[in-house]
């Protein structure tokens, strides 16, 4: 388990994201990234697989999830039925094909984010699903 505490938001709520993504780089990438740039000063966790993630998952009640389609050969999306009803999925991949994104959308990611993308849209998207999970507005 890898967790990196951060400290509670001004309001006292403090976002909790879960970074699912087998490759080492873009795991620890993202957590800073996130860690320093996404508003309710964010709890961020890491996990490199599907038995990893859903174990983290289980002990940090993620509001947003950030996953990754193929984990090492296994189906990131497969995941998505497994997180807790409420959860928002971003859907972070090098497969950004259209049968991916609708595969992704029809399983109930709410956002779809591809890994060429500036890191300035990976953030609104999350500001966003973190607006609509802590119930405030997210930062421009």
Do not use: W
């Amino acid at each position: 388990m890898t967790a990196f505490p951060a400290s509670s938001s001004p309001d006292g709520t403090t976002l909790r994201v879960l970074v699912v993504d087998d490759e080492y780089a873009v795991r620890e990438g993202l957590r800073r990234l996130i860690a320093g740039s996404v508003d309710h000063a964010p709890l961020v966790r890491i996990a490199a697989s599907a038995a990893e993630a859903l174990r983290e998952a289980a002990a940090l009640h993620p509001h947003v999830v950030v996953l990754d389609v193929d984990l090492a050969g296994e189906d990131g999306l497969a995941l998505m039925r497994q997180f807790e009803p409420g959860c928002q999925v971003l859907v972070l991949t090098s497969h950004g094909d259209p049968g991916t994104r609708s595969r992704a959308l029809a399983l109930g990611a709410r956002a779809f984010v591809e890994k060429d993308a500036p890191a300035s849209m990976l953030l609104a998207q999350l500001n966003m699903l973190a607006a609509a999970q802590i119930g405030t507005s997210a930062r421009h």
